[in-house]
């Protein structure tokens, strides 16, 4: 990376300062979710795994469900089980919103397949 230099062109009374900077080439991020690029956690959960958030719920009686109702802004149910399987799928929606978009598929076709796909007028895009 270059250094920054400074110009001061003098011109009358004003001078002026040109201030010359290099940007810094864009860092590709290998981290998959919002929480682990920033550092902190954003969400309302305290994870992204969903196993560990399961656990967390496996071992709160109906009160603490109850609660966690309403702070992940739920209605709270009188079953316990409903509230862990409404809270795991709202914790299934939320973290799948935070993370990297999957890679491409790639498809190989063959010479043969793309012959048959262009005489029946259509094309893999």
Same mark, same amino acid.
């Given at each position: 990376m270059k250094k920054s230099t400074k110009k001061v062109i003098?011109?009358?009374r004003a001078a002026q300062e040109i201030v010359e900077t290099t940007v810094p080439a864009p860092v590709q991020l290998q981290a998959k979710s919002v929480n682990a690029i920033m550092g902190f956690a954003l969400s309302r959960y305290k994870t992204e795994d969903a196993e560990e958030y399961q656990a967390q719920l496996r071992v709160m009686n109906k009160f603490d469900l109850q609660i966690e109702c309403i702070r992940v802004e739920l209605a709270p149910k009188d079953n316990r089980e409903t509230m862990i399987e409404r809270l795991m799928k709202q914790f299934r929606i939320h973290t799948a919103g935070n993370q990297a978009p999957p890679k491409?598929?790639? @498809?190989?076709?063959?010479?043969? %397949?793309?012959? @048959?796909?262009?005489?029946?007028? %259509?094309?893999?895009?």
């Open positions: 003098k011109a009358g491409p598929v790639v @498809i190989k076709v063959n010479q043969n %397949t793309k012959n @048959i796909l262009s005489a029946l007028g %259509t094309s893999l895009v």
